[in-house]
């Protein structure tokens, strides 16, 4: 029976990469990336230790490319849906209140601080 509890990720010094966010994707593009460079260049070359030089480059460059720009992306994201999050608690805590009585609210909170 498989469960929860039975699966197992790939951990590598003590963390489990599969719940890193953007890592699959970053190694994915990065490695398909890297052969099809690698390919092109052996085809315009006939050169075995220069198209594995550059597929290799080419493979550093577009994962740690696409990494960054996914964690920026998804921080980015993540902030966004933190501050939803906080609007829509404070929404529903004043909803059904006018604005003076949510004013006086949010006043004394600030004093009991």
Known sequence: MTGP??????????RDITKIPCF???FLYG??????CGLARFMFTSRVKSATD??????????????????????KT?????????????HMMYEGMNKEEANSIDDN????V
Request: hydrophobic share 40%; with cysteine.
């Open 5 to 14: 509890s039975s699966e197992k990720g790939i951990v590598i010094f003590g």
């Open 24 to 26: 699959r994707n970053s």
């Open 31 to 36: 490695i398909c990336g890297g052969i099809t």
């Open 54 to 75: 550059f597929a290799v480059a080419s493979f550093a460059v577009i994962t740690m490319g696409y990494w960054f720009q996914c964690r920026y992306e998804y921080s």
């Open 78 to 90: 993540k902030f966004e849906m933190d501050k939803m999050k906080y609007l829509l608690q404070n």
């Open 109 to 112: 909170k600030l004093e009991d």
